[in-house]
């Protein structure tokens, strides 16, 4: 739409000038042409009434037909703005609504996170108090023990699960798992040699034959550092129990058990039998020896009885018992007590009574 050769001019409502005047009448002086009335002119919009310039139209008649054409659409275009700036004011206060709504959630989700931390404080707390009950109920069986004495035959046999086998501070050796048992001839027994099934290999250095060795519920050796650390003040007692190759069942008891200090290689001080053994006393002849390995000879024969029959003991001669032979032989090499061979042995102590 445009406004072909028309001549526009501002005038001011109410004061047409000369010029103007004369103007119309050049207007009226030419065939076709029209003086539109003055109207506010819209690309003013910023002066005030009282300033509204006024344009004056002159144009040919198809011209002023589209020019009320034009103010025709300029009126929807007003109507549209005017409900387009209402539906943003009700947007606007939908928005604002919303905010206010998730300002509200907003406070809620924070009381709701706090609460969450206080009840996860509390929570924590719990633990800690759990754990701190646990630990204390526990404390009868995990407590450290000096020896298998001060095994209370209650925890050992609510922990039977376990096979009997707790913690002790060995002084000089440290925390060591031992098996302790609490039922033979009224407990009290820490036993430090076991063959029951071959599992376990005792043909060993000095080194291992030291610290101790296998499988605390099976076949094992305790060690020597504790064996000494464990008899050292004396007024110790041992018992050997033994099952012979032929089933039958022994008992060899010493009321008198020491073992030596690693300087003296754990000399064996024994004495005191008491058993039931058809053979006989078939260990106090190993009284006042040294004990040997293969790596380590101390024994009192030309040769190396440890080497020999695959076993660390408190050798003299070599040929006597000797509860650490090789489970599987049944030559002089196997578990022997005196010349009988076993299919088990077990050497534990306690203090005397
Ligand atoms: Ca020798």
């Known amino acids: 739409m445009r406004i072909t050769n028309g001549i526009i001019a501002s005038c001011i409502l109410g004061m047409i000038s000369a010029a103007d005047q004369h103007e119309e009448m050049r207007c009226k002086a030419r065939p076709g042409c029209h003086l539109a009335k003055c109207e506010p002119g819209p690309l003013s919009p910023s002066l005030n009434v009282n300033e509204y310039p006024v344009t004056c139209v002159r144009t040919s008649a198809q011209d002023w037909e589209e020019y009320k054409e034009l103010k025709s659409e300029m009126r929807i275009m007003r109507t549209d703005l005017t409900s387009y700036a209402s539906r943003i004011s009700s947007l606007e206060n939908e928005n604002k609504k919303t905010t206010a709504e998730m300002e509200a959630l907003k406070t809620k989700l924070l009381k709701s996170e706090q609460s969450n931390k206080a009840l996860l404080k509390e929570l924590n707390a719990l633990g800690i108090k759990t754990n ?95 064996l000494h650390q464990m008899t050292k003040t004396g007024n110790m007692e041992m018992k050997i129990k033994m099952i012979t190759k032929n089933g039958v069942y022994w008992v060899a008891k010493y009321s008198n058990f020491r073992i030596g200090p690693g300087s003296n290689k754990y000399r064996l001080h024994v004495s ?40 660390g003991w408190w050798y003299h001669i070599c040929y006597h018992s000797n509860l650490n032979g090789n489970f599987h032989k049944t030559d002089d090499k196997g578990v022997r007590w005196g010349q009988d061979l076993l299919q088990f042995s077990e050497m534990k102590l306690r203090k005397r009574s």
């Open 132 to 226: 701190d009950l646990e630990s204390h109920l526990a404390e009868p069986n995990t407590a450290l023990l000096r020896s298998c004495e001060d095994v209370q035959l209650e925890s050992a046999l609510a922990r039977n699960d376990s096979g009997c086998v707790f913690k002790l501070d060995i002084p000089e050796v440290g925390i060591t798992n031992v098996f302790c048992d609490v039922t033979d001839d009224g407990g009290n027994w820490t036993v430090f040699q076991r063959r029951m099934n071959g599992d376990v290999n005792f043909s060993r250095g000095w080194d291992d034959y030291v610290k101790g060795f296998g499988d605390l519920q099976g076949d094992h050796w305790l060690g020597l550092e504790a």
């Open 272 to 311: 005191g039998y008491s058993g039931n053994s058809t053979s006989g006393d078939g260990f106090s002849s190993h009284d006042n020896h040294q004990f040997s390995t293969k790596d380590a000879d101390h024994d009192g024969s030309p040769g190396n009885c440890a080497s020999l029959l695959e076993a």
